[in-house]
């Protein structure tokens, strides 16, 4: 595979980015309410290639990938959750806490429509939340994994406040769908699984959804290990002004 000058433009180029853009339904599907901890962490990692959504301290979004469980074998039964942190030239490793991550939400959110309603996300921070003891409207988790033409939007965008991206999210499912109209082999559309990050990034912008704490740590020479060989098999190594390599 080609290296790329940021790992934006990494999962941008994935050649597998076609592909899964015919199988939305299963990015909405990959941490839903009902999993066990088990199953939902094991869709989390089990491509290294995957980016997913967390929520911070301050309600914001925040992008992870190259998700990477240590644990989780026979031989080795405690889980030990890495990923990396930033998307330009260079990524930091984190471990990050998984039951946090992968913590069942079933929430009670605004319609679609009146989210649709609203014509700028300061409109949608706006929007009153609903009582928790209602219909529950929103069943997934604390994470949210992006089909890849979401991915691509959020990345493009370098906003993290949800509300935004729910507006960003809404218009370009409904170009996504527009554009494939005409197609018959795709399994579920842009504007369904807009709707199910629409619903989650509210939660994260109204604090339903809880923070997904990660640490960073320089001395874990497995992380470190794991990490550096990421950089380099998909990241151009950077050089300095004489030519040769940092």
Request: charged share 25%.
């Given at each position: 595979?080609?290296?790329?000058?940021?790992?934006?433009?990494?999962?941008?180029?994935?050649?597998?980015?076609?592909?899964?853009?015919?199988?939305?339904?299963?990015?909405?599907?990959?941490?839903?309410?009902?999993?066990?901890?088990?199953?939902?962490?094991?869709?989390?990692?089990?491509?290294?290639?995957?980016?997913?959504?967390?929520?911070?301290?301050?309600?914001?979004?925040?992008?992870?990938?190259?998700?990477?469980?240590?644990?989780?074998?026979?031989?080795?039964?405690?889980?030990?959750?890495?990923?990396?942190?930033?998307?330009?030239?260079?990524?930091?490793?984190?471990?990050?806490?998984?039951?946090?991550?992968?913590?069942?939400?079933?929430?009670?959110?605004?319609?679609?429509?009146?989210?649709?309603?609203?014509?700028?996300?300061?409109?949608?921070?706006?929007?009153?939340c609903?009582?928790?003891?209602?219909?529950?409207?929103?069943?997934?988790?604390a994470?949210?994994?992006?089909?890849p033409?979401?991915?691509?939007?959020?990345?493009?965008s370098?906003?993290?406040?949800?509300?935004?991206?729910?507006?960003?999210?809404?218009?370009?499912?409904?170009?996504?769908?527009?554009?494939?109209?005409?197609?018959?082999?795709?399994?579920?559309?842009?504007?369904?699984?807009?709707?199910?990050?629409?619903?989650?990034?509210?939660?994260?912008?109204?604090?339903?959804?809880?923070e997904?704490?990660?640490?960073?740590?320089?001395?874990?020479e497995?992380?470190?290990?794991?990490?550096?060989?990421?950089?380099?098999?998909?990241?151009?190594?950077?050089?300095?002004?004489?030519?040769?390599?940092?």
């Amino acid at each position: 595979m080609l290296l790329q000058r940021a790992w934006k433009e990494v999962f941008n180029l994935l050649p597998e980015n076609e592909q899964g853009n015919r199988n939305i339904s299963a990015f909405s599907l990959a941490v839903s309410a009902g999993k066990s901890q088990k199953e939902k962490l094991r869709s989390l990692t089990e491509d290294v290639d995957t980016v997913f959504l967390v929520a911070d301290d301050e309600k914001n979004i925040v992008i992870l990938h190259s998700p990477k469980n240590f644990g989780g074998m026979r031989t080795r039964p405690t889980n030990k959750v890495a990923a990396m942190i930033r998307l330009g030239s260079t990524a930091n490793g984190v471990l990050i806490n998984e039951k946090a991550a992968l913590e069942e939400c079933r929430l009670v959110m605004p319609t679609i429509d009146a989210i649709g309603q609203c014509a700028t996300g300061i409109d949608i921070a706006a929007l009153a939340c609903p009582a928790q003891s209602g219909q529950v409207t929103f069943p997934g988790s604390a994470t949210f994994i992006p089909a890849p033409w979401l991915r691509e939007s959020i990345l493009n965008s370098e906003i993290s406040d949800p509300f935004e991206l729910i507006k960003i999210a809404m218009t370009e499912a409904r170009e996504f769908d527009e554009a494939h109209k005409d197609e018959t082999n795709f399994d579920g559309k842009a504007i369904n699984h807009a709707k199910d990050f629409s619903l989650w990034a509210f939660g994260v912008g109204k604090g339903l959804i809880k923070e997904t704490r990660f640490k960073v740590k320089p001395d874990d020479e497995e992380l470190k290990g794991y990490c550096g060989s990421r950089q380099r098999d998909r990241v151009l190594p950077l050089t300095g002004s004489d030519g040769n390599i940092l």
